[in-house]
């Protein structure tokens, strides 16, 4: 399978708790991105790179988050000191910069967070 | 602002129903993209289309097809004889030109019944 995968799938954590997760980007595509996903809301960006450039972050990633993508290829976020209100599922996708227009994002699984 | 509403929350349909998911978008960008996506169940989100600003040709894929319309700012997505496989959550996203970020609606569920 050449998809987007995501790693883990499931965390649950106490409050105060780091956690980190993982995203591998289909191969030949050079842009990742992350989006958080709340129950019954669409996903809200959070942040993307081309290669391993970050080019835009949102105003929801706090201090507390940090989103790298060393070497261009695979991307982690980690969240620091996690609190209740980031519990939610954490979706990963990736696409390709060409000469076309569109770029559609393909997105991986998701990362399901429960922060107890 | 950009923004992306789809104030259909919920439809539920009887299997060979064709069903209409709405789709309004605000932005004041005259080159965006609009994108409509799939998550089932299972919760992978599932591309199913892309349509630039400047091209206005509705599009038909199967018993897929969608409107898109720029004099109201609505790109319509309808399903002809729906099948149970059909239930899922549909979500619209509007790109702008200057961003690569995608603006999500807070999507609608469907639901089909045998």
Known sequence: DTGVSQNPRHKIT?????????????SEHNRLYWYRQTLGQGP???????????????RLLSDRFSAERPKGS????????????????????????SGSTGNEQFFGPGTRLTVL | AQKVTQAQTEISVVEKEDVTLDCVYETRDTTYYLFWYKQPPSG?????????????????SGRY?????????SFNFTITASQVVDSAVYFCALR?????????????RLLVRP
Do not use: H
């Open chain 1, 14 to 26: 106490k409050r105060g708790q780091n956690v980190t997760f993982r995203c591998d980007p289909i």
């Open chain 1, 44 to 58: 809200e960006f959070l942040t993307y790179f081309q290669n391993e450039a970050q080019l835009e972050k949102s």
């Open chain 1, 74 to 97: 695979f991307s982690t976020l980690e969240i620091q000191r996690t609190e209740q209100g980031d519990s939610a599922m954490y979706l990963c996708a990736s696409s390709l910069v």
């Open chain 2, 44 to 60: 992978e989100l599932v591309f199913l289309i892309r349509r630039n600003s400047f091209d206005e040709q509705n599009e038909i």
């Open chain 2, 65 to 73: 097809s969608w409107n898109f319309q720029k004099s109201t700012s």
């Open chain 2, 96 to 108: 702008m030109d200057s961003s690569y970020k995608l603006i999500f609606g807070s999507g609608t």
